[in-house]
């Protein structure tokens, strides 16, 4: 005697599958999803924006003569911090650092540093501090679509990468759903309430696919090391993260404080040195640590803002001798060159204001992806 069968046909095929991942993918993530775009859309416009809210800035001071720029910081940090464990002289190089500053850390107050620590912009001009309010802006906008503002970096960093993880998600099972993908491109029927909405949302996101696939993934790279931390443990080991930064991002040949006094090197040599295998105005920092000490190093890195990769080329010097000690390429390895120009794709630092504008256009159109199709 033959049995009746209850259990139920499977509904649908892969598509519907696919259909149903995607429409639950934006809808568990989708507001947070909004958010990260619509904060990130305003990094791209973060420098003016913050110049916009803060009046009281001089006009913007990029001056190409490094020389001059570097002289005037290091009298400044010689002054305001003696004995510290680091000078970090930044010069103005472009719209993304249009003014000089100055940063050091582990000063010595008895010797008659203003602050054990300390971060200020400089007016190249008479070495003044350059004070500036803080300001909810640009700066601010372009953080909260990383770190969410409220949250702490252990958690953000995994509520990001989780988040664009269904982005991909979506991305790559809107375009399986959608096998008329091109004809759907010139459908678009006004009036007809929830079609209406849903044609407009996929002219929208294949309008903006190559750019939302490219910020997407881009993304990811950037929170790689911390939804993956295997990749990094299973060559160094549980607690090898720190080593595995120092050995594929810090310049090499940094050396702990000998504690014996000895002169800085003038930064004459090395600036020299650094232009003539870069070109004038194109050092972006000067990094000096344990000035006054035996074993000073000056780290000299390049300005960014004409390469698409965001890796910087980074020079580094004995800081007694000033002589060249290590010459750390922007990319060490293919791996990390591949890095690189997706970060500075994401980022888009080097893209002028017209290329600034075709990054905030299809960034703002690629809101249309939440609701999901």
Not at 23 to 50: K, R, V
Not at 70 to 76: I, T
Not at 188 to 206: E, I, M, T, Y
Not at 279 to 295: L, V
Request: net charge neutral; charged share 15%; proline share 6%.
């Amino acid at each position: 005697m033959a049995t009746q069968n209850n259990t139920p046909e499977p509904r649908g095929g892969f598509r519907q599958t696919m259909a149903w991942l995607h429409t639950w993918a934006g809808l568990s993530l989708g507001w947070l999803l909004f958010f990260m775009f619509a904060t990130g859309t305003a990094g791209y416009f973060d420098t003016e924006i913050d110049r916009w809210m803060q009046p009281e800035l001089p006009p913007a001071q990029i001056n190409r003569d490094s020389h001059r720029s570097a002289a005037v910081l290091l009298e400044k940090l010689q002054a305001e911090a003696p004995g510290a464990d680091q000078w970090l002289l930044s010069l103005p190089t472009d719209r993304n650092q249009p003014y000089a500053g100055v940063f050091w850390r582990g000063a010595d107050i008895e010797a008659g540093a203003s602050a054990a620590g300390g971060r200020h912009l400089v007016d190249l001009n008479n070495g003044d501090t350059l004070q500036a309010r803080e300001t909810g802006g640009g700066q601010k906008l372009y953080q909260m679509h990383w770190l969410l503002h409220y949250t702490k970096r252990a958690y953000s960093d995994w509520i990001i990468g989780f988040a664009t993880l269904f982005m991909l998600v979506g991305l790559i099972t809107g375009v399986i759903i959608h096998k008329k993908i091109f004809k759907d491109f010139f459908t678009f029927r006004p009036n007809k309430g929830q079609r209406s909405w849903l044609d407009a949302h996929n002219v929208l996101s294949v309008i903006t696919l190559p750019f939302q696939l490219m910020i997407t993934y881009s993304g990811l790279i950037f929170m790689g090391f911390s939804f993956m931390p295997l990749v990094v443990a299973a060559q160094y080991g549980a607690d090898g993260r720190s080593q595995f930064f120092d050995e594929v991002f810090s310049p090499p040949g940094l050396v702990e404080s000998a504690g014996a006094p000895a002169s800085l090197a003038p930064l004459t040599g090395p600036i020299d040195e650094a232009e003539r295998r870069w070109g004038q105005g194109r050092i972006r920092s000067i990094d000096i640590r344990h000035p006054g000490h035996s074993n000073a190093r000056i780290v000299i890195s390049e300005d960014t803002g004409r390469s698409v990769a965001a890796g910087a080329g980074r020079l580094i010097f004995d800081g007694v001798s000033g002589a060249l000690l290590h010459d750390a390429p922007s990319a060490s390895s293919t791996a990390k060159g591949v890095r690189d120009v997706f970060l500075g794709l994401h980022e888009g630092l080097f893209a002028p204001p017209a290329m600034r504008w075709l990054y905030f256009s299809p960034a703002c159109w690629a809101r249309a992806w939440w609701p999901p199709g």
